[in-house]
């Protein structure tokens, strides 16, 4: 459907996709490559049954200990870091849930952490 689209100017391209579920990969992809940017919805997972929490993953949860950071900073760092056409707005629930998502963008993950990161593939398909 997007190359169909492409030629109408598509500014950008809200998917499922985190840490866990990367299973709109390809599409990403294409988005990269025209310059279209990529809004992942459920980027620290879902409360949905069915749909891994990356606050849950032990590798996540490993990770942010050493960088004393959370769980979720570590998954919307990884993300920021992962393409540069992705645009992050996650959901918030309070002022200090939103101080938290908004300093992800100062945690800097070393190049063993992005390693790990990019071995966690749980499609939720």
């Given at each position: 459907?997007?190359?169909?689209?492409?030629p109408?100017?598509i500014a950008?391209?809200?998917n499922a996709y985190?840490?866990?579920?990367?299973?709109?990969?390809?599409?990403l992809n294409?988005?990269?490559?025209?310059?279209?940017a990529?809004?992942?919805?459920?980027?620290l997972?879902?409360?949905?049954?069915g749909?891994a929490?990356?606050?849950?993953?032990?590798?996540v949860?490993?990770?942010?200990?050493?960088?004393?950071?959370?769980?979720?900073?570590v998954?919307?760092?990884?993300?920021?870091?992962?393409a540069?056409n992705?645009?992050l707005?996650?959901?918030?629930?309070?002022?200090?849930?939103?101080?938290?998502?908004?300093?992800?963008?100062?945690?800097?993950l070393?190049q063993e952490?992005?390693?790990i990161?990019?071995?966690?593939?749980?499609?939720t398909?």
């Amino acid at each position: 459907q997007l190359h169909e689209a492409l030629p109408a100017s598509i500014a950008c391209v809200q998917n499922a996709y985190s840490v866990l579920d990367r299973s709109a990969e390809p599409l990403l992809n294409l988005c990269k490559k025209n310059d279209i940017a990529w809004v992942p919805y459920f980027p620290l997972g879902s409360a949905f049954p069915g749909i891994a929490k990356v606050s849950e993953a032990s590798e996540v949860i490993n990770i942010s200990s050493k960088l004393d950071a959370t769980p979720a900073q570590v998954g919307l760092a990884w993300l920021l870091a992962y393409a540069p056409n992705i645009l992050l707005i996650p959901g918030t629930s309070s002022l200090e849930h939103l101080a938290e998502n908004v300093a992800a963008a100062d945690v800097l993950l070393d190049q063993e952490s992005i390693d790990i990161l990019n071995g966690l593939v749980n499609s939720t398909k």
